[in-house]
């Protein structure tokens, strides 16, 4: 079966008076339903590579193959729609808009794309907080909420469209230890149950322990030898 | 409701205070447009309609707009005529065979005339001489063309048209002479010619000037007096549709050869002052909505930079770069939609109270209320315009947000 995402020979070169290399050479494939982590150390290029990986940024050289489709050749619109359809993020800064309630921004992407009818999206984002033990919250503004369901609402939300592959930064970076568990149950069940695909970026072992893979990126490049 | 529009709602609602500054500006800007506009639009068609009713809508006098042409011009007009030393007739001035010309005239529909041959007398009574403007007039026809019988303080028209050696005078003239109902003058004429008329009634128009040097007697005996006799040098013309004038005035003069002048064209100098006049208003009111306009683009650009990150994880779920746009252009046109709605009913209001204002313009004896206009082209401009800037104003920080890049933003973050 062919990779649902693959990186050929990927590099992020920020141009500037003093160019800066944020990732370089990175070549990889990840399989439909798999969860795999990316860690390394603090300014390696891991958030970087995520966004290479997540159509946000493009490559200065190599090429992105989403489902086997060929991402270089994408202008804006379509790298939207791919983004709309395809992806779902998770940021380490849950990156809720605060003027929304909780269920409101759960419903976002659901009407951007505007394929449901208004009580459909409104079902599906119920249906969503459930899942993820948020039915209580949904009227609730982001700042009235915890850290952890914060991230939960985050996930609902990068879930909403149902894309195939979740991109996380460091989904568990400021969680305790209870929350972070709980988060990181979610997203091995996504894998598990629901075969998404799941590419977190993070500095836990705990977290990294619970994936099928452990990608370690030194300097802005792939490193086999890397443990934490 | 759309999600852009939702969003777009959103900003504004939660940012009440420069929503509402903005809107204010919007507002204010429109409603004073409108009360500017209703006043100078009003003032200028209450002046026009003065000249309508005043003046005569179409002169037609003894003169020709263009030489006369050589016959043999006329008979060979491609041919190389130069005819030169051409001593011209002295003929009698006037128009010529002026009844045949009158009943032509007359047949064009929606439309009075009245014959009137002008010349200029010396006036002398009890020692004093004065020169005035003695106009041979017809009465039953004069009535048809002229409001002067309205602005009779004694006397009338139909005793002039009774009394062959009546004259009409001004109460200015009246005052000056010291002239009162029945009083006999004498009027000469440059050719020497002398009659003896009688004050048969007077007129105040309000108009000094023409209270002091207009006088009118029947067309025969001007003519007598003038020595021209079956001679009138102009036609007054009246019609039902003051606006067609120009066009009727050029039936007539193509018709007759005589120079015929609608009022548009005798007032073209007071028309283009109008015509300035407006340009200055809708200068000044349009500035004035140009300003609001900053209002809004100030408070457009600051949601903008407050939300970047919002603008940031917007485009990260798939939002394109034209959504974004939306959501800022929306809400311009939604303060431009309000503050026109809300511009064009104080405006109305400030019409209402202008309309009853009263003042008393110079030269007149009774108050009259502000002349207010209430055509609905000017709320289409006031609302048309206070759009267009309010959309200007919101173009240039939509733009700026459809070009945020996320990942700009997730790296300061990061
Ligand atoms: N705008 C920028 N200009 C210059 N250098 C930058 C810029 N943004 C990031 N970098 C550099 O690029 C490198 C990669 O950054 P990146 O955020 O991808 O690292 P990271 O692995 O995610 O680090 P962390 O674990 O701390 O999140 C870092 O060395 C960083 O200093
Ligand atoms: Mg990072």
Redesign the pocket.
């Known amino acids: 079966m062919r990779p649902i995402l693959a990186a050929e020979r990927l590099g992020r070169v ?1 141009p500037g008076e003093i160019p ?1 290399t ?1 990732v370089q050479d990175v070549t990889l494939a990840v399989e439909r339903g798999e969860f795999v982590v990316i860690m ?1 150390p ?7 590579l995520l966004y290479l990986l997540g159509l946000l940024d493009t490559p200065t050289s190599g090429r992105v193959l989403l489902d086997g489709q060929d991402t270089s050749g994408f202008g804006e619109d379509e790298l939207a729609a791919t983004r709309l359809r395809k992806l779902g993020f998770v940021f380490q800064f849950h990156f809720l808009l605060a003027e929304f309630s909780v269920l409101d921004n759960v419903l976002l992407p659901l009407r951007r794309l505007g394929v449901l009818t208004e009580d459909a999206a409104r079902r599906r984002a119920r249906e969503l907080l459930d899942q993820l033990g948020l039915s209580e919250h949904g009227h609730k503004r982001p700042y009235q909420i915890s850290g952890g369901q914060r991230q939960r609402v985050a996930i609902a939300r990068a879930l909403a469209n149902d894309p195939p592959l979740i991109l996380a930064d460091e989904p568990t970076g400021n969680l305790d230890t209870r929350a972070a568990a709980n988060v990181r149950q979610i997203l091995r069940d996504l894998t598990r149950a629901f075969g998404k695909t799941v590419i977190a ?1 993070t500095h836990d072992l705990t977290f990294a322990g619970a994936a099928d893979r452990r990608i370690g990126i030194v300097d802005g490049r792939i490193d086999p030898d890397w443990r934490a | 409701m759309s999600i852009r529009l939702a969003i777009a709602v959103t900003h504004l609602v939660n940012r009440k205070r420069p929503t509402l500054v903005s809107l204010t500006g919007i507002v204010l800007g429109v409603a004073f447009f409108l009360a500017v506009s209703s006043l100078m639009r009003g003032s200028e068609r209450d002046f026009i309609k003065r000249l309508i009713d005043n003046s005569p809508h179409i002169t037609v006098s003894d003169e020709y707009r263009n030489p006369q042409l050589q016959p043999a011009v006329v008979r060979w007009p491609e041919g190389a005529v130069e005819v030169r030393r051409v001593k011209p007739l002295t003929e009698v001035r006037g128009i010529r065979g002026h009844a045949r010309k009158l009943a032509f005239i007359e047949s064009l529909p929606g439309l009075r005339a009245a014959p009137v041959l002008m010349g200029s007398v010396v006036l002398t009574f009890a020692g004093r001489i004065e020169g005035v403007t003695l106009s041979g007039i017809v009465p039953a026809k004069t009535k048809g063309v002229s409001t002067i019988e309205e602005k009779f303080t004694q006397g009338s028209l139909d005793a002039l048209a009774a009394n062959p050696n009546g004259i009409v005078i001004g109460v200015g003239l009246a005052k000056k002479f010291g002239l009162e109902m029945g009083s006999v003058v004498n009027a000469a004429s440059p050719g020497g010619e002398v009659r003896t008329l009688k004050v048969v009634g007077m007129f105040r128009t309000g108009n000094a000037n023409y209270d002091e040097t207009q006088t009118f007697a029947l067309l025969k005996r001007v003519q007598g007096l003038l020595d021209r006799p079956n001679r009138i040098n102009r036609f007054i013309i009246q019609l039902d549709d003051p606006y067609a004038a120009r066009d009727v005035a050029a039936v007539i003069e193509e018709r007759t050869g005589y120079k015929s002048v609608s009022w548009l064209e005798a007032s073209e100098d007071l028309m283009s002052v109008l015509l300035v006049r407006n340009l200055i208003m809708y200068s000044v009111v349009s500035a004035i909505l140009v300003v609001a306009a900053f209002g809004i683009y100030n408070t457009i650009s600051t949601i903008v930079m407050e939300k970047t990150h919002d603008i940031a994880i917007l485009k990260s779920m798939g939002f394109h770069a034209r959504d974004v746009r939306r959501i800022f252009l929306a809400e311009g046109v939604m303060l431009g939609l309000i503050g026109s709605l809300l511009g064009l009913a104080l405006g109305l209001g400030l019409m209402a109270l202008l309309a009853r204002v009263e003042i008393k313009p110079p030269g007149a004896t009774e108050l009259v209320h502000l002349p207010i206009y209430w055509g609905y082209e000017q709320y289409l401009l006031a609302a048309g315009f206070a759009l267009a800037s309010a959309v200007g104003a919101a173009y240039l920080p939509a733009r700026k947000a459809g070009r945020v890049q996320p990942v700009t933003i997730l ?1 300061g973050m ?1």
């Open positions: 920020l800066v944020l390394g603090s300014g390696s290029g891991k958030s970087s970026v | 790296r990061g």
